[in-house]
């Protein structure tokens, strides 16, 4: 069994910051979890070729809303594909064009909001910020 992460290099050096902090939240609400498990993607379809579309990585709130990379088609580099959040109370949204996009958007360090219609930022007192991540 290997100990790397995933096939993503960006995220396995993500896991070795999270690992050389303690496993602290990187993020207000992200979360590092198993690489391309289906869990809350699976609530949306069963089908095993929508499944396969997505590769699950990380929580992105405290609700367990899930953050995915968007296997829209077969490019080898997986850090560019687009990001997906699949809330945990409904609603799916498009967060980031790829990794590096979505990083930008963690190191603001504030709690991703996911409902029925749209995904954005929370400040830290809880109220919803518009201007990053909307879908």
Known sequence: MSDTYSPVPELN?????????GGENISTGFDLAEFGRTVGIDTWSKDPEFLDSFLSFATANAGGSVYALWRIDDRANLADLPVVVFGDEGGIGLVARDLRELFQQLA???????????????????SEDNESGDS
Not at 111 to 124: C, Q, R, S
């Open 13 to 21: 050096l993500l896991k070795q910051l999270e690992d050389r902090i």
């Open 108 to 126: 603001c360090d504030k709690a991703l909001y996911v409902g029925d219609y749209d995904a954005g930022f929370h400040d830290k007192a809880g």
